[in-house]
Nanobody, 120 residues
Framework: QVQLVESGGGLGQAGGSLRLACVAS????????MGWYRQAPGNQRELVAM???????NYADSVKARFTISRDNAKNMVTLQMNSLKPEDTAVYYC??????????????WGQGTQVTVSS
């Protein structure tokens, strides 16, 4: 069974930094892409950043130039370095992984979520 275990997050200050990490286990299939989503109270879950196995990235406009996503394919690990934090970054952050069981079929898996709170 695929499991995503998240770490990091917590309380940060505006202008500061936090780092999130997520490790996927329980599969021998390719995971592509991996990424982070977030959900603030009263809002829908939104994409923060994603990265493919070949290193292609996609960021939400609100985090470009502040957040950096990276991954270690051998460890099935994805990290999100969050710099220049803003109070509006406060949300529950979820790790996402798409396990490719075939060329045409992938299944989304989600972590349990980790709270990020940024104080002004």
């Amino acid at each position: 069974q695929v499991q995503l275990v998240e770490s990091g997050g917590g309380l940060g200050q505006a202008g500061g930094s936090l780092r999130l990490a997520c490790v996927a286990s329980g599969t021998v299939f390719t995971i592509d892409p991996m990424g982070w989503y977030r959900q603030a109270p009263g809002n829908q879950r939104e994409l923060v950043a994603m990265i493919t196995t070949n290193g292609s990235t996609n960021y939400a406009d609100s985090v470009k130039a502040r957040f950096t996503i990276s991954r270690d394919n051998a460890k099935n690990m994805v990290t999100l370095q969050m710099n220049s934090l803003k109070p509006e970054d406060t949300a529950v952050y979820y790790c996402n992984a798409v396990v490719r069981y075939s060329d045409y079929w992938g299944v989304d898996y989600w972590g349990q979520g980790t709270q990020v709170t940024v104080s002004s």
